[in-house]
């Protein structure tokens, strides 16, 4: 049983910033990519970055220069570290896990940056 949990999440000011985790738990095939999403009131779920094993990283346009992914393999970890945080950053962000045993989500942690 494959368990993905996110934590981090908070209330920030204005260029702020948060650290969320993602901790993965259960029988995982190593090589996976690891990724966060977010979902705004009313909106679609967006991807915001996404980990590789090579490692490769990406990162929507938005958040390009502010947030930064990093993995620790050896605990199953993801992070997303968000610096110079806007209103229009605020939404449940959710971890995803993608291996070849399919994609698992987290139920998300909210972050609320007020305007």
């Known amino acids: 049983q494959v368990q993905v949990v996110e934590s981090g999440g908070g209330l920030v000011q204005p260029g702020g910033s948060l650290r969320l985790s993602c901790a993965v738990s259960g029988s995982i095939f190593p090589s996976n990519t690891m990724a966060w999403y977010r979902q705004a009131p009313g909106k679609q779920r967006e991807l915001v970055a996404s980990s590789t094993t090579t490692p490769t990283t990406n990162y929507a346009d938005s958040v390009k220069g502010r947030f930064t992914i990093s993995r620790d393999n050896s605990k199953n970890t993801v992070y997303l570290q968000m610096n110079s945080l806007k209103s229009e950053d605020t939404a449940v962000y959710y971890c995803?896990?993608?291996?070849?045993?399919?994609?698992?989500w987290g139920q998300g942690t909210q972050v609320t940056v007020p305007s």
């Open positions: 995803l896990i993608r291996s070849v045993g399919g994609d698992y």
